[in-house]
């Protein structure tokens, strides 16, 4: 962890990381990010008890690497309880974020309290650009964001909401409906790009209707818990 400057200006956005087991690509997803760093940004990461060497790479790439019991959920609010930022930006650690993001996220928050981008996911089924239209257009319309599109919010908002709810799935969709009770989201259309790993392990139109299945019984009111269970059952 590099050592802090005491002249320095308070960075003006934090992002908070979960992580685990990502060994295989976190130190390139972090390298992307240093040059925001140099600029003042804040890297957050939170790891949730991997087992392999994620921790010793991130660590120099990162202002903290914090440990947390498992759930992207409690890591990422313990995240925000460590970050001294007026903005907090959630980045999966498979996502990269577009040139610019820091620039757009601030100018997004002059007008909205929270938003998100669209999303573009890489991987080698060909079905990967219709999923990402489908997933940009259904947010759009629904005023609901994903985890994977690189959610961001201003820091009193995450408190005035409670953060994410402690939940083993769809805490992205619990959060967006408690924000969207202040406002709709600023839906930028500058992409993060995310790895289309879970659509090609398990299959584009399997992995399709999984999720569309869990949304729409998770509106319907089954428990988190309950969909945690028949999506881990599922893969």
């Known amino acids: 962890m590099p050592l802090v400057n005491p002249d320095a200006e308070p960075p003006t956005l934090s992002i908070v990381i979960p992580m685990l087991n990502e060994a295989a690509g976190i130190q390139a997803m972090l390298a992307g990010l240093q040059p925001l760093r140099e600029t003042g940004v804040e890297i957050i990461v939170v790891d949730g008890g991997s087992q392999d060497s994620s921790i010793q790479i991130a660590t120099p790439l990162a202002d903290r690497v914090l440990s947390s019991t498992p759930g992207r959920a409690r890591q990422m609010n313990l995240g925000a309880q460590h970050t001294s930022a007026p903005a907090l930006l959630f980045l999966h650690?498979?996502?990269?974020?577009?040139?610019?993001?820091?620039?757009?996220?601030?100018?997004?928050?002059?007008?909205?309290?929270?938003?998100?981008?669209?999303?573009?996911?890489?991987?080698?089924?060909?079905?990967?650009?219709?999923?990402?239209?489908?997933?940009?257009?259904?947010?759009?319309?629904?005023?609901?964001?994903?985890?994977?599109?690189?959610?961001?919010?201003?820091?009193?908002?995450?408190?005035?909401?409670?953060?994410?709810?402690?939940?083993?799935?769809?805490?992205?969709?619990?959060?967006?409906?408690?924000?969207?009770?202040?406002?709709?989201?600023?839906c930028l259309k500058a992409k993060v790009i995310s790895s289309g790993r879970r659509w090609d392990q398990f299959g584009a139109w399997k992995t399709i209707r999984l999720m569309w299945r869990l949304r729409y019984r998770y509106w319907r009111g089954v428990s988190a818990t309950q969909l945690a269970k028949e999506y881990r059952d599922a893969r």
């Open 93 to 186: 650690a498979d996502t990269y974020l577009p040139k610019n993001a820091v620039e757009q996220v601030a100018q997004a928050l002059n007008t909205h309290c929270w938003g998100r981008f669209d999303i573009h996911l890489e991987g080698h089924s060909r079905w990967l650009p219709m999923v990402s239209w489908m997933m940009n257009q259904r947010s759009r319309l629904t005023g609901i964001a994903t985890g994977d599109q690189g959610m961001f919010l201003r820091r009193k908002t995450f408190d005035a909401v409670g953060g994410f709810p402690e939940q083993p799935l769809m805490e992205d969709i619990e959060l967006s409906k408690r924000l969207k009770r202040l406002s709709r989201p600023a």
